[in-house]
């Protein structure tokens, strides 16, 4: 079972940075691939980076590429997203997600198998 809980999200100014963080409390973190994805206002939710369950291989769109890193910490059961040179269209509830298949560029929605409930993050201009 995995349950995931986010925190770091925040109100920063435009080109600034944050940590989003994401633990399970679960006992199988380890085995899943995870990912952040982001849902701004009116907007659908949409994907912003993957990362193999050993962390070997990681994923970005393009509009977050360069700027966000996503990594994880196994022993710590939590994966990290860096969040750098923030724009205010980066503004968004952030979703943590855990799937055995969900390593890769836009993965579906469908094939995430376990949600956080989301922290916020505002860019101002």
């Known amino acids: 079972q995995v349950q995931l809980v986010e925190s770091g999200g925040g109100l920063v100014q435009a080109g600034g940075s944050l940590r989003l963080s994401c633990i399970d409390s679960?006992?199988?973190?380890?085995?899943?691939?995870m990912g952040w994805f982001r849902q701004a206002p009116g907007k659908e939710r949409e994907f912003v980076a993957t990362i193999t369950w050993n962390g070997r291989y990681k994923y970005y769109s393009d509009s977050v590429k360069g700027r966000f890193t996503i990594s994880r910490d196994n022993a710590k059961d939590t994966v990290y997203l860096q969040m750098n040179s923030l724009k205010p269209e980066d503004t968004a509830v952030y979703y943590c997600g855990a799937g055995r298949s969900i390593a890769g560029i836009n993965t579906p929605q469908g094939d995430v198998e376990y949600w956080g409930q989301g922290t916020q993050v505002t860019v101002s201009s």
């Open positions: 679960g006992r199988a973190f380890s085995t899943y691939a």
